[in-house]
């Protein structure tokens, strides 16, 4: 008798494959970017972050936007946003 196509166990195998691969690949996945991501927060502190300074006169307009221009936009978007509210105050 000819077989055509596959059978159930054969099926099985080749998910069962997949699946297993997929889970070692998200958990090596998963563990070199958490580590990256916990050992940049780790590296960053607050004290290390300008902070937005009161805004009072036009020469402090001028000193926010001095602090605003050496800030890194990669690592402080909540800075910003702080100094932006300073900003919209005056």
């Known amino acids: 008798m000819k077989k055509n196509g596959f059978s ?17 690949g998200y958990v090596v996945y998963d563990k070199f970017y958490g580590q990256t991501a916990t050992e940049t927060a780790k590296s960053v502190s607050a004290e290390d972050l300008p902070v937005a300074p009161e805004i009072e006169t036009v020469a402090d307009l001028g000193e926010a936007i ?12 909540s800075i910003l946003s702080d100094l932006q509210a300073e900003l919209d105050k005056f």
């Open 66 to 77: 001095q602090t605003i221009d050496s800030v890194d936009l990669d690592s402080s978007d």
């Open 8 to 24: 159930v166990i054969e099926l099985i195998i080749v998910v069962a494959t997949v699946v297993l691969l997929g889970a070692v």
